[in-house]
């Protein structure tokens, strides 16, 4: 009997042991979320993108109210990503690509102050790392940033409609005329 257990032992402990992979959060909003969180989607090494608000004053804001520009929040997106594979520093110089950082408080059609640009950082190494990549991305562009580079304080998750809302809504108009052509272009930009 003994002999067993100690068999069974041995091999409980000859199994493949998983090792999850670590991960790294950011939080980030280029306007509307809708499409910086399909964009984000996209990118090799990305393994979520949760759609919500952050940089406001309303504990557990909903849509309307952020919409209705009183809450201080934007719409942003929480991204987890596995550093292994995409570093900090391509996650930030993709969110130039996404969006343009020059106009304040816009994206398109779509104006407001929840629809700024902004970057929430969760320690200072983001912070370091989001202040380099503007100074780098700004000498791609003619006009001045405006991006907010500020402490994260609390995200709070956006309605469940609101998740994944390109890829449960494609026919939807905003999906169509706003989100698919941007999403075609970074697939051609990305290689896919």
């Not at 108009?173 to 052509?181: L, W």
Request: hydrophobic fraction near 40%; charged fraction near 20%; include cysteine.
């Amino acid at each position: 009997m003994k002999l067993i257990g100690v068999i069974a032992l041995l091999g409980a402990l000859a199994l493949p042991m998983t090792i999850e992979a670590k991960t790294e959060t950011l939080v980030l909003g280029g306007g509307c979320f809708w499409c910086t969180e399909a964009s984000y989607q996209l990118l090799p090494g990305v393994k979520s993108v949760v759609s919500g608000y952050a940089g406001g004053t309303t504990s557990n804001p909903t849509y309307e109210e952020v919409c209705s520009e009183t809450t201080g929040h934007a719409e942003v997106i929480r991204i987890k990503f596995d550093p292994e594979v995409i570093s900090l520093e391509k996650v930030l110089a993709y969110f130039w690509d996404i969006h343009n950082p020059t106009t304040l408080n816009r994206q398109g059609a779509d104006h407001g102050t929840s629809y700024r640009s902004i970057i929430l950082y969760a320690d200072e190494a983001q912070k370091v790392a989001a202040e380099k990549s503007l100074a780098e991305a700004q000498k791609t562009f003619r006009d001045p940033i405006v991006t907010q580079i500020v402490p994260l304080t609390k995200f709070w998750p956006a309605e469940d409609y609101h998740q994944d809302y390109f890829k449960k809504n494609p026919n939807a108009g905003y999906c169509q005329f706003v989100i698919a052509p941007k999403i075609k272009k970074l697939e051609q930009k990305l290689g896919k």
